[in-house]
Structures are given as C-alpha cells and as structure tokens.
C-alpha cells in the first residue's frame, strides 16, 4: 500500500485535530529533545513559534490569566533548555526580505505575479504536488522556522563563539507539517536548520513528564540576540497576518514612512475562513490582496487565478483554517474549534507591543548590520532563500 508520504498529504495535521475517534496521532519527538538536553556536550536552542504561546498551557489545567508568553518562556527553561528564542524575531526577519522581494516583483517584472507567501509547509507541499506549475509564484524566502535555525548556526553560533555542530536547533510549533520542513533539503541553508521539531502538544507533554507546574513559574524574558519579536511578527500565526505584517513593512519600504499600525486591518480574517480580499493603495499604486485559509478554499482561489476569474497581486495561503492558531499540532479539544479565539489572542498581543513594525525590531536591524548587509543581498540569499526545483517531492 502507500505510505503517507505517496499518498499526496499536506502535513497540515488537520485529521489529528479533528479526528472524532482520537485515532490519529503525529510522530513523538520529545524523545530526541529530552537526549539532546541530558547530553552535556550539546547546547539547546529552542525557538517557539508565534501561535504556540494562544495554547501551550491549555493542557496544563493553568489558569488563561497566568500563562502568558513569559511563562512560556519559564516553562523552556524548566526543562533544561540553554537558549530559548523566539519565532517572532525571524517572522521579522521574513517580512524584511519577503515585502522587499514583493516590491521588486511588481516593480521589475523580474519574476511571475501573484506572489504566494511559502511560510506554511502544508500549504507549499500541497501546491508542489497539485498545482506544481505555479511554484514560480511561490516566494523564495524561507520560513520563519528555517530562517531561524539558519541564523542560530552561523550568526548566533559565531557570536557566542559556538561549535555549530554542538547545537541542537529545536523549535516548537503549532503544526505538524513543520516536521516534514525542517527536513527538506532545499530548505536547509546549514548541515541543518532545525534539528527536532516539537509540536505544541509534545511540548506540553514534556512539562508533564517533568512535573513543571506552569502557574508556579516566574516570567522570564526571551534570551538575547534572538528573542525580540515585533506586534508584526506575532500576528504570523493568524490568518492574514503575514499579509498584513508584509504591507505595513512595504508601505515602509516604499514610501520611507510608517502608516499607522492598524491601517491594513481589512485583510484580517473572515469569520469563514473564505477568501477574503482587499485592494491597498500606496504611493498611488493599488496592489490586489487576497488570504485564504483552510485547502478547499485554498483549491477554489486558485482555480479562480488560473481561469482568469480573479487576479491578484499578492496572496497569502495558510493551510489550517484560522492559520497556525488552528494549526494541526495545537491541543486537541474535543469538539470546539479554538482558532478564533486563539487567533484574537495574537491581535490583543500586537496591538498591546510597543514595536508594532518587523523594519523597527532592533534585532533584526543588528542582524543586517552586523551580518547579512541587506535584504536581498548575497548572504541574505544564501541563509535566507531558496529555489524551488522541479522534483518528486515524496
Ligand atoms: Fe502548519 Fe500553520 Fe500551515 Fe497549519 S497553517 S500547516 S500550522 S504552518
């Protein structure tokens, strides 16, 4: 028979989370995690995503109050973790070279519109395997996730004075598919980007295990020169964030002026989940926007696009409905559907950050500085970047 790899499966986990029977469940990794912390000889850097911090305690019987992204922070520490990062510096870090590769798009015609974001896994594999034709159309930055642990095993490695091949690129995730990413190897920059991918729900496990009473902790920051996150980079975990995120940077880019932090909220989500759309005039330029979540909705927009139905300049694609709050390695509660609220947990957070702009967050800016130059450039490409080659993609 096939395996579900032959199968033409997107990852996206969905099945595990709405599986009626609880018959279905992702691979456990927590194993490798809990090795590669008792080995002395290795030093662990975990990144956590942005929609893990709307659920990691909801199995933990702590209280909604209490389980804010600090205590997250605290809970990575109380397993034995050296370095905990977050996501939300490289979802920063993607704006930057994905608004700048949008503008150079439009601007010089040098490579096919629509440009599809390419952060979400289920959504890249699904289009590789039922519309390979339009993987042009794919941005060529990488993932948060990729990005980050390229970044970890050079930049920060060589910062610190760190044998990359001591460390343990680990990341937590909303998301099962993430799993299957982080072993792509166009999506490798370094010998290996991530090393172990934790879903949400491992995550919590691990806590479990190790007996780690979550309202108990003490909130503790990020660790540094990883972990600053901007409002921007928060709301990458739900649908049309990453669109939003990347307009309010391109307005930035384009003009040399912020607008103000909420003007690109009409590509927020649909209560449905549909196609939502908008068009976003800047400098007198009108660009087409559309997100969508979920991949039946994901088949109609682009069935619309190749028959000339609808056309557009930029899209957004999350393969969960909701985005990555509903992503398919979230807590599983039986029956109810949590990606709105979680969803609203992330907007409350951006709008609540004094740095609401992925251009303004002062890690990013040391990070070109001090390393890769610019957006776009050589090395930005090299860490940053990748092709997506015509392959069989089992
Ligand atoms: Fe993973 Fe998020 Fe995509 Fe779902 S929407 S497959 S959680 S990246």
């Not at 912390?37 to 956590?48: H, K, N």
Request: aromatic residues 6%; negative net charge; charged residues 25%.
């Amino acid at each position: 028979g096939l395996g579900i790899s032959e199968a033409g499966c997107a990852f996206c986990g969905q099945c595990i989370t709405h599986c009626p029977t609880g018959a279905l469940s992702a691979r456990d990794d927590t194993d490798r995690v809990f090795d590669a912390i008792e080995d002395s000889e290795t030093v662990t850097v975990m990144q956590i995503a942005p929609a893990v911090r709307s659920a990691w305690a909801d199995a933990l019987g702590c209280a909604d109050e209490l389980a804010t992204e600090k205590r997250m922070v605290a809970a990575a520490k109380a397993l034995g973790i050296d370095y905990v990062f977050d996501t939300n510096f490289a979802a920063d870090l993607t704006i930057m070279e994905e608004a700048s590769e949008l503008i150079k798009r439009i601007t010089k015609g040098n490579a096919p519109t629509p440009m599809f974001t390419s952060c979400c896994p289920g959504w890249v594999r699904y289009m590789r395997l039922s519309y390979p034709e339009l993987a042009c159309n794919l941005s060529s930055a990488k993932s948060p996730q990729q990005m980050f642990g390229a970044v970890a095993k050079t930049y920060f490695a060589e910062k610190m004075g760190i044998d990359p091949k001591k460390i343990c690129s680990i990341s937590v995730m909303p998301c099962s598919s993430k799993k299957y990413e982080c072993d792509v190897p166009e999506l490798n920059s370094t010998d290996k980007d991530v090393d172990v991918v934790l879903t949400t729900r491992e995550f919590s496990r691990m806590l479990k295990a190790n007996h780690v009473n979550a309202e108990a902790l003490s909130e503790t920051e990020f660790d540094s020169p990883l972990g600053t996150g901007s409002g921007a980079g928060v709301i990458f975990g739900a649908t049309g964030g990453v669109m939003e995120a990347a307009l309010r940077t391109a307005h930035y880019l384009i003009t040399g002026k912020n607008a103000d932090a909420d003007a690109f909220k009409t590509v927020r989500r649909a209560d449905d989940y549909g196609i939502r759309e908008a068009e976003v005039t800047i400098n007198g330029k009108t660009l087409r926007a559309a997100v969508v979540s979920g991949l039946a909705n994901t088949k109609a927009l682009l069935d619309n696009i190749k028959s000339g139905r609808a056309s557009y300049d930029f899209v957004e694609v999350m393969a969960c409905p909701g985005g990555c709050a509903g992503g398919g390695g979230q807590p599983i509660t039986d029956g109810v559907e949590l990606s709105l609220c979680r969803g609203e947990k992330l907007y409350a957070l951006d709008s609540k950050n004094a740095l609401r702009f992925s251009h303004e967050n002062p890690d990013v800016k040391a990070l070109y500085t001090e390393f890769l130059e610019a957006p776009l450039s050589h090395k930005a490409h090299e860490l940053l970047h990748t092709t997506y080659v015509k392959r069989s993609i089992n």
